[in-house]
């Protein structure tokens, strides 16, 4: 209601294909034909990119690492840092490729150059699209931070204005989104406060000389009703701010491509099986050592190692974890059961790994060793240092008593 008030037209998208048809609508309405994009998650989640392009539009990335990214027909991967995957001299070669930059190797002149071809899609835009960090219902606004220009070009240079926000974004009060505007760049980047902190309460009014003439929200539902509904609604209380993907040991190995989706990291293997079906995501909630680290580091506190074990619970319920799994969960519940198996099967996995198989192990296990070492085994297990250890102790202890 505060923000009909204010002017801007709220729409409800219940699923990723009626986001699209609502922005379509609208650009066709004003005859858009160049679009500018600020960095928004929710609309790599209903791939809105291909449909404006299939629409004849042509969609320009303005932040900085999405705008490498899509030159590099690629995809972001992580919240934050879009293009944390790849190198410089590969930005460069990118840059020198696709734009006809003079190769340099300085991050300060491909900045520049950026923002120089950058400068022309921002001045002739028809029209802009954002995401929202979060929406204030209080007084009816899109509030926004970032740490580039490009956001507060692309929601006021353009005659239309479009932000994209999942319904879990709407925050009650302005005293929330002062609490919440301070957790986020802190545990996103390490920052007090980021450069540029937005908060949009509509199109532009009579006698003002600047901002759009029309602003929508599109609230995007997309399942995440059917979350909040279950016992994994705390999920939705994420901010975005990629702190369980920097302290994740599994993200930090794999990278957020290996996710499969637009959300990688700890988050992401709760949000997508979600999203996308449990059944189309079944490896992410295995993508986990469980260690923690993921909830000592958020900032509001979500469970995310009970969720995924819940999510590991509910593949077993459904009978989504596979034969394989199955019967080697079997076998490894026998072998756990015997003292004896055990130590057979751990001498036998340690001859196997550094006497015979090498690097080049066999089945599902050729699918890490085709691209990284396994690591050798101790030469000697836990239970045999521990019998050496004890033997000497008491070695020891008979030797100083008939001292």
């Not at 954002?130 to 580039?148: D, K, P, R, W, Y």
Request: aromatic letters at 6%; a neutral charge; charged letters at 20%.
């Amino acid at each position: 209601a505060n923000m009909k008030a204010n002017g801007i037209v709220v729409e409800w998208a219940q699923s990723s294909q009626e986001v699209c048809r609502l922005v379509v609508e609208i650009a066709k309405k004003h005859n858009v034909r160049l679009v500018t994009k600020s960095k928004s998650m929710v609309t790599e989640e209903v791939a809105l990119n291909d449909v404006l392009e299939a629409e004849g539009m042509e969609v320009i990335e303005t932040d900085l690492g999405e705008f490498i990214v899509q030159i590099g027909k690629t995809h972001p991967s992580h919240l934050l840092a879009p293009i944390i995957h790849m190198t410089k001299p590969e930005i460069r070669d990118l840059m020198v490729k696709e734009l006809g930059m003079t190769p340099t190797d300085d991050a300060g002149e491909m900045t520049k150059f950026a923002q120089a071809h950058l400068r022309r899609y921002f001045l002739e835009a028809d029209m802009g699209i954002s995401g929202g960090n979060f929406i204030l219902a209080e007084t009816g606004s899109i509030c926004l931070v970032t740490n580039e220009g490009n956001g507060r070009m692309c929601t006021t240079l353009p005659r239309v204005h479009i932000a994209i926000v999942g319904i879990e974004k709407v925050v009650e009060t302005v005293k929330d989104y002062a609490t919440l505007t301070q957790v986020l760049p802190r545990s996103g980047t390490g920052q007090v406060m980021t450069v540029y902190t937005h908060i949009i309460n509509g199109p532009r009014q009579p006698g003002e000389s600047d901002g759009p003439e029309h602003v929508y929200v599109i609230l995007v539902d997309n399942g995440r009703t059917s979350i909040y509904d279950t016992d994994y609604a705390e999920a939705l209380a994420c901010i975005r701010c990629g702190a369980c993907q920097n302290a994740c040991p599994v993200y930090r190995s794999t990278g957020g491509h290996a996710y499969g989706w637009v959300y990688a990291g700890p988050i992401g293997a709760i949000v997508t099986p979600l999203l996308v079906g449990l059944e189309n995501a079944s490896p992410l909630p295995q993508a986990s050592s469980l260690c923690g680290a993921c909830k000592q580091v958020c900032p509001v506190n979500i469970d995310i190692p009970r969720m995924l074990l819940d999510l590991r619970h509910d593949l077993v319920e459904r009978g989504e974890t596979g034969k394989m799994w199955d019967i080697g969960i079997k076998f490894w519940a026998i072998g756990n059961k015997s003292p004896r198996l055990f130590q057979m099967g751990g001498a036998m996995a340690r001859f196997g790994r550094n006497h015979v198989l090498k690097n080049n192990f066999p089945g599902p296990l050729g699918g890490w060793t085709d691209y990284r070492d396994f690591p050798n085994f101790a030469p000697k297990s836990f239970h045999q240092l521990w019998k050496e250890r004890q033997a000497a102790k008491n070695t020891n202890n008979g030797g100083s008593s008939n001292g």
